[in-house]
């Protein structure tokens, strides 16, 4: 079956096809950038090179399964070896690069996989893009390369100042980016985006750990006092800034990618518990996060001015949407909160009392 697939690649790209490698498309926003393009583009073609973590979910891509022009390639491109298989096989013309350890509870519980996949492995996909004239490679950054900031709101210009593991390997990979574009005038875009929700996200993450606990009346741990500000954006407009940046990306650029919609961390538990019919007596203040970042807020009048995007789809609309999905996705939600879930639950959960 996948042999077929891959001589299907080989034998009927036409001349204006896109081939596309998406790294860590088993994960949450890879699997909705997928479906995106699938329905806006039926004719590229998609790789998904994904290593399959904890994080990835071949459930989430079920949808493309029988689709000719998908197939899906199990890899890590933290080994060379592999990286180089996958341009071997596919020869992609462009690289959008999704893969990471995304979670900075666990970058603290174990940085040393967050520096091996989010900064070796961004360097062995741009050496192999730079050796197969990939047209471009996008990484997918993130506002938290700038750090905490008190007030206003940081531009591409903006120093980067990462506060935890994660964001270090994240702002390393990110400049590994940049540096290759000045150094070889690589083809690239970075894409620095603000905190996604929508249906698929793994539950270590708060709005879908939140609802999670909700529906299965257990308690909500807010860190600190819950005095935290995040902005929100949903995965979907996240999808058309990137497909936006795929097509009319200035090359070498970078474009900030905002919600324009900041919730205190405590305001938004309390009104998914409105949402989902559940107490207040539900929420639980615990030890706070070491080195918790205080607040992430982008400028994007870049990509705003640039690619005429901005967000569409209203908060309210998208979050009853996204608790709704988990409402009727129990079965996706349950398979997973079970056996490492667990494990991990308890390590960075346990004996988390807050101090008095
Ligand atoms: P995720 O954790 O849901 O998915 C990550 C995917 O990458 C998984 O499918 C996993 O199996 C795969 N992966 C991990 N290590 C790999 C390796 N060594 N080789 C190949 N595949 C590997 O992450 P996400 O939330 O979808 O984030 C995707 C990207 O977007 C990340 O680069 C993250 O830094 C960035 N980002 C996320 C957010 C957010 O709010 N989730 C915001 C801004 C930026
Ligand atoms: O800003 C973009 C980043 O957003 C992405 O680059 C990361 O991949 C993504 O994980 C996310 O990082 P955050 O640390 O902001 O997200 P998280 O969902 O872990 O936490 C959001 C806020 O909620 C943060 O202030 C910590 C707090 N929190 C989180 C968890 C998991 C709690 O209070 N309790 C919790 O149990």
């Keep these: 079956m996948q042999e077929n697939t ?84 596919f020869n992609p013309d ?47 950054s993130t506002d938290e390369v700038y750090g905490s900031i008190d007030k206003d709101h940081c531009t591409e210009e903006s120093p980067i100042c990462p506060n935890n593991y994660y964001s270090v390997s994240k702002a390393a990979a990110d400049n590994l980016v940049k540096v290759s574009y000045q150094t070889h005038g690589q083809r690239i875009n970075i894409v620095r985006c603000c905190n996604n929700y929508g249906q698929f996200q793994f539950p270590e993450k708060f709005i879908p750990l939140m609802i999670s606990n909700a529906i299965n009346n257990k308690d909500l741990p807010i860190y600190g006092d819950g005095n935290y500000f995040r902005d929100w954006l949903h995965v979907d407009d996240n999808c058309r800034a990137i497909d936006l940046v795929l097509h009319k990306g200035r090359i070498g ?16 538990a309390e009104y998914l518990l409105e949402l989902i019919g559940k107490p207040k007596s539900l929420l639980s203040y ?24 901005h967000p569409l789809i209203d908060f309210k609309i998208g979050i009853k949407q996204t608790v709704d999905w988990y409402l009727s996705h129990q079965d996706w939600l349950n398979e997973i909160i079970s056996g490492e879930y667990l494990k991990y639950y308890d390590l960075n959960y346990k004996n988390r009392d807050a101090q008095e």
Excluded at 51 to 75: C, H, I, Q, R, W
Excluded at 288 to 309: G, M, Q, T
């Design 253 to 268: 650029e970078i474009y900030n990618v905002g919600g324009n919609n900041e919730w205190r961390n405590i305001d938004l």
């Design 94 to 140: 462009y690289v959008i690069h999704f893969a990471a350890e995304s979670h900075v509870d666990r970058s603290i519980l174990n940085p040393d996989v967050f520096l091996q996949t989010n900064i070796i492995g961004t360097q062995y996909l741009l050496n192999f893009s730079r050796l197969n004239n990939v047209k471009k490679f996008i990484f997918i």
């Design 286 to 309: 615990i030890m706070d996060r070491p080195s918790h970042d205080y607040r992430y807020a982008v400028n994007f009048n870049k990509i705003r001015s640039e690619l005429c995007w």
């Design 6 to 89: 891959f001589n299907f690649f080989k034998n009927e790209k036409k001349i204006d096809d896109k081939m596309i490698l998406i790294t860590g498309g088993a994960g949450f926003i890879g699997s909705n950038f997928i479906r995106f393009m699938r329905n806006k583009y039926p004719n590229y073609k998609i790789i998904n090179f994904d290593k399959l973590t904890y994080a990835g979910n071949l459930n989430n891509v079920s949808l493309m399964e029988d689709n000719p022009d998908y197939v899906f390639m199990k890899g890590d491109v933290a080994n060379q070896k592999d990286v180089k298989n996958v341009f071997e096989e």
